[in-house]
């Protein structure tokens, strides 16, 4: 970079020049400083003075305060001149101002930007000063503020990422806290399983002869065999959540994995007297998956759809192929979701106000571990209401495959 030498006899271009010269200086952000005092240098020669301050006036945080030439013993008492110029200039003061120096010519122009004074910039000299004067200074002022602007801005933008940084590492400190007392929570809930399993053999010669021990023994078995199923999902999900699970793919078809995913929910949507009907392609549609995995998560939301229908509703299965995804809805005619609840849905163990039929209660895992084990499939899983009494949809889609 050249800068005018101030020898040159031209006005215009010296003006010119040094105005160049200053915005050339704000080519940094993070030390302003030595680039404020160099604008300072720069302005005396168009603006004559023997003394030139510059108040910056942060929001937030302490005042900065630049004297050229510098001298520290004098920085406190022009500072207060300056706050004094700053207070007529905001009409803030409550008394008639008197200049400090009297027997001083000077200039004071505000430095306005994001909409309120943001500093002030004065010169002192012992020459009269005139209007081109004053509009020098406002031009060189106008640059600064543009500068002390872009410095702010930068600040809060450098915050706003410490801000997320920060609420991201707590977070994540959060989640681990919680999956690791989920997982001592599963943990030790199963320890009594097995037991209890082992109990249950020993009486079934007893039950066998009397059918009150008998409805007892069946009924403690469903309760293990269901509270072992939600064990199993919590931990499952907790896996995933830590990345510890393997997919073992190989080529399937949509068609296999919901004929394998209704078997195992049927059961559920007999009792129900619910009408399931299923609607998917004659062709079959391929796709690269863990079978079980993936057989899992349909059943999951084939589940779902059976505790949140009521009796005698309907559930529909829908598959289609849409350019290279494959996608499949679970449709039913239950109790649906407030808009509000919608974006919980998946969250595991959310509190949400979605009332279960039939005295079902859970936990939620099931549709936490159905999304991620669509998403460790490459794909995504989507749920859509239209309110409360009007039904929900789950969406999944997963990449196409190519035929084994």
């Not at 168009?46 to 030139?52: K, L, Q, S």
């Not at 309907?314 to 979701?337: K, N, P, Q």
Request: aromatic letters at 4%; charged letters at 25%; one cysteine or more.
């Amino acid at each position: 970079m050249t800068s005018y030498r101030p020898g040159a006899s031209d006005p215009v271009q010296l003006v010119a020049r040094t105005l160049y010269d200053i915005a050339q200086g704000f080519d940094w952000l993070l030390d302003p400083e030595p680039r404020l005092r160099r604008a300072l240098r720069l302005l005396r020669r168009i603006v004559p003075y023997d003394r030139c301050g510059l108040l910056d006036m942060p929001a937030v945080g302490g005042s900065r305060v630049v004297v050229e030439p510098d001298a520290p013993e004098e920085r406190d008492g022009v500072a207060r001149i300056l706050r004094r110029f700053v207070a007529v200039l905001t009409d803030e003061a409550h008394r008639p101002f008197v200049p400090l120096w009297a027997s001083s010519s000077h200039l004071a122009v505000p430095l306005v930007g994001m909409d309120r004074v943001m500093g002030i910039l004065l010169v002192r000299g012992t020459e009269v000063y005139t209007e081109n004067h004053l509009r020098l200074l406002s031009v060189v002022a106008a640059q600064i503020a543009a500068y002390l602007t872009a410095c702010r801005l930068r600040e809060q933008e450098a915050q706003i990422v410490v801000d997320h940084e920060a609420a991201r590492v707590a977070a994540d400190a959060e989640s681990r806290s919680k999956d690791e007392f989920l997982a001592m929570l599963a943990r030790e809930l199963g320890k009594p399983l097995t037991p209890i399993r082992l109990a249950m053999l020993t009486i079934r010669g007893q039950a066998e002869r009397d059918p009150a021990v008998q409805r007892a023994k069946d009924v403690v078995e469903r309760q293990v065999e269901s509270l072992g199923q939600v064990l199993g999902a919590l931990l499952d999900v907790l896996r995933l959540r830590r990345e510890k699970v393997e997919l073992r793919k190989q080529s399937t078809t949509l068609q296999t994995i919901v004929t394998a995913a209704l078997e195992t929910t049927l059961g559920l949507a007999d009792a129900r007297r619910h009408r399931v009907s299923v609607s998917l392609p004659v062709d079959p549609l391929w796709l690269e998956a863990d079978a079980a995995r993936l057989t899992r998560a349909v059943s999951n939301l084939l589940d779902n759809a059976a505790k949140f229908t009521l009796p005698g509703g309907e559930i529909f299965v829908i598959g289609s192929r849409e350019g290279a995804t494959i996608v499949l809805r679970v449709r039913d005619t239950g109790v649906g979701m407030s808009r509000e609840m919608l974006p919980l849905v998946f969250d595991l163990c959310a509190q949400t106000d979605r009332p279960l039929c039939q005295g079902e209660e859970g936990l939620g895992v099931g549709l936490t571990l159905a999304r991620l084990l669509i998403e460790l499939h490459g794909g995504s899983l989507e749920a859509h209401s239209e309110g409360e009494g009007q039904g929900s949809e789950f969406v999944v889609r997963v990449p196409i495959g190519a035929p084994s």
